[in-house]
Each structure stands twice: as C-alpha cells, then as structure tokens.
T-cell receptor, first 115, second 112 residues
Framework: ETGVTQTPRHLVMGMTNKKSLKCEQH?????MYWYKQSAKKPLELMFV???????ENNSVPSRFSPECPNSSHLFLHLHTLQPEDSALYLC??????????????FGSGTRLTVV | KQEVTQIPAALSVPEGENLVLNCSFT??????LQWFRQDPGKGLTSLLL?????REQTSGRLNASLDKSSGRSTLYIAASQPGDSATYLC???????????FGQGTELSVKP
C-alpha cells in the first residue's frame, strides 16, 4: 500500500445505479485529486481539492460529483453513468502548501465497469 | 497549455540492456517532474521526483534527468530485468499541489 487507499477495487454498475468511490490518505497531505484513465489514453485530471476546497473541476459531467469532507478523505459519487465512463479511476494526494519537495502519491485505483 | 509527450510508445529489450525512456514537455515553467511506473490494471507507483532546480535524481538502477531549457526529461534504467516490465509515465506540474499533466506512457517489455 502506498498510503493512499481506494475502495472498492472493482465496481460493476448499471446506468441507473448510484454508487460512490472512496479514497483515504494517511500521509498528512492537504491536496487530493481524482484522475480518470481510459484505455490507450493519458490520465485525465477530473477534480482537485486543496485544503478541502475544490480548486479545479476539469469540465467533468455532472453525473460525477466529488466530495471532500476532510483532508484525509475524498469521495466520487456516481449516478446515471454511461458505458463510456468505464475506466480506471485513480485517487492521488500531495502536499499543496508548506515546505518540502513532495510528489504525488497514487492509490491502486477503482476499476469501474458500466453496463 | 502544457503538453507532455513520451517516446517511444512501446519498447522491447532483452534482459540486461541499459535503456533510456524519453519525455518532452512544451512549457518549461514547471515546478517538478515525476516518473511513475504502472503495472497492468494497477495504480501508479512513484519512481523519481525531480524539482525544477535539480538536474537529476537517482534511485538504485534508475536515474532521471531534467533539462528545462530543452523541455526534456529522460529515465535511464540500468541492467534491465524482466521485473521492470511495465508502463512508465512521466508527468509535469506547474506549481506545488497543482495538477499533473501526464504523457501517454512508454510500455516496456524486458525479455528473459
């Protein structure tokens, strides 16, 4: 484990379902991110939270709804998804402010399949 | 707008070879550049982080260099092993805590 834990590891959901992805970090970081990785495409940034405030929403459809209740937890709420939303969803954390040359730490991802 | 490109897209080498993976970026105003490894269906594992003020970083058989003026970074892998087989990704950040812009990755296969 990298210090960033994502659950579930795999998720199959129908287009009318509502589900949530969870990310938890124990690294003391204060910024968290959601990335989407589709087959044969570069990782795409979805959302950035810094100090629990959403600072970036990268033109993501409203069927994806992030939530950051505190600096250690990040959720991605999903509803009425489309088959093209099937992908690997990766959570990451970093130190947004303060001293140090910290990089980004990624979780193992949630493999989402929309049927 | 920052764009990150990795060449080659795929590479197959026999075990024991030294190899170089290339990463180029269009905007030299970067805060840091990070190399990751990704095994099939898995998350990303951080390999090396180079701050903009640094020229290179080393970890074991891995050495990463950064040349901001030319917009290039290279990852050197010495004495490659089959266990090195994975996709290698480079990513650049414009500021601390800012978003990472990823390249498409280089898929490396090391044959026994």
């Amino acid at each position: 484990e990298t210090g960033v834990t994502q659950t579930p590891r795999h998720l199959v959901m129908g287009m009318t379902n509502k589900k949530s992805l969870k990310c938890e970090q124990h690294l003391g970081h204060n910024a968290m991110y959601w990335y989407k990785q589709s087959a044969k495409k570069p990782l795409e940034l979805m959302f950035v939270y810094s100090l629990e405030e959403r600072v970036e929403n990268n033109s993501v459809p409203s069927r994806f709804s992030p939530e950051c209740p505190n600096s250690s937890h990040l959720f991605l709420h999903l509803h009425t998804l489309q088959p093209e939303d099937s992908a690997l969803y990766l959570c990451a954390s970093s130190q947004a402010m303060g001293a140090g040359a910290y990089g980004y730490t990624f979780g193992s991802g949630t493999r989402l399949t929309v049927v | 707008k920052q764009e990150v490109t990795q060449i080659p897209a795929a590479l197959s080498v026999p075990e024991g070879e030294n190899l170089v993976l290339n990463c180029s970026f269009t905007d030299s105003a970067i805060y840091n550049l990070q190399w990751f490894r990704q095994d099939p269906g898995k998350g990303l594992t951080s390999l090396l982080l180079i701050q903009s003020s640094q020229r290179e970083q080393t970890s074991g058989r891995l050495n990463a260099s950064l040349d901001k003026s030319s917009g290039r970074s290279t990852l050197y892998i010495a004495a490659s092993q089959p266990g090195d087989s994975a996709t290698y990704l480079c990513a650049a950040s414009r500021n601390q805590g800012g978003k990472l812009i990823f390249g498409q990755g280089t898929e490396l296969s090391v044959k026994p």
